[in-house]
């Protein structure tokens, strides 16, 4: 059974600039989950997406948005990019039924100069 | 606010020895995971408990959830170089779907 899938695995950008994530959920899981590691700050919980719906959002300006798709897969993009944006930024899936168990992928690694 | 604290932060052993992670909250959880990471990599479920005074073994280590399911404990029995890495305890939130993570507990182990 194939993983959660994540693209780019790395992304420079420079400040004020627009980043694009991209996420594939493990086949049969309808739920993709954000979270934000950073330096020193652990994982920090940032969107919710189920049947292609904003379910809950963390503690983030609105400049962090997403989106699912019909296929379930999901888009995390950032908006004027600020240096403290630059983080691991990790994507996961699970059932409907066991959101406590979730899959994560091997995240995006996001640069900001 | 829910809040997961995780001891020791930073743990460096030799092979073989034993060990003790806590994970531990003021908040009751309905289950608790546990997750190990590598550099660069994103973390992997080693194991979810759900009912208070749970004890789960996966190969050499033991997790247990506490009885009233506020806190969890993982213990390795003779560590391996292959156990080292970044170990996390999560609990589902009373919001839904999102995990609150304990700040990790680095643990590194010499040969």
């Known amino acids: 059974e194939a993983g959660v899938t994540q693209s780019p695995t790395h992304l420079i950008k420079t400040r004020g600039q627009q980043a694009t994530l991209r996420c594939s959920p493990i086949?049969?899981?309808?739920?993709v989950y954000w979270y934000q590691q950073a330096l020193g700050l652990g994982l920090q919980f940032l969107l919710w997406?189920?049947?292609?719906?904003?379910?809950n959002r963390g503690n983030f300006p609105p400049r962090f948005s997403g989106r699912q798709f019909p296929n379930y897969s999901s888009e995390l993009n950032v908006n004027a990019l600020e240096l403290e944006d630059s983080a691991l930024y990790l994507c996961?899936?699970?059932?409907?039924?066991?959101?406590?168990?979730?899959?994560f992928g091997p995240g995006t690694r996001l640069t900001v100069l | 606010t829910q809040l997961l604290e995780q001891s020791p932060q930073f743990l460096s052993i030799q092979e073989g020895e034993n060990l003790t992670v806590y994970c531990n909250s003021s908040?009751?959880?309905?289950?608790l995971q546990w997750y190990r990471q590598e550099p660069g990599e994103g973390p992997v479920l080693l194991v979810t408990?759900?009912?208070?005074?749970e004890v789960k073994k996966l190969k050499r280590l033991t997790f247990q959830f506490g009885d009233a399911r506020k806190d969890s404990s993982l213990h390795i029995t003779a560590a391996q170089p292959g156990d080292t890495g970044l170990y996390l305890c999560?609990?589902?939130?009373?919001?839904?779907?999102?995990?609150?993570f304990g700040q990790g507990t680095e643990l590194s182990v010499k040969p």
């Open positions: 908040s009751v959880f309905s289950s």
């Open positions: 408990v759900v009912t208070g005074g």
């Open positions: 086949s049969g899981h309808t739920s």
């Open positions: 996961a899936s699970s059932p409907r039924v066991r959101r406590n168990e979730q899959f």
């Open positions: 999560a609990g589902e939130g009373n919001q839904g779907g999102k995990l609150i």
């Open positions: 997406y189920d049947e292609g719906e904003e379910r």
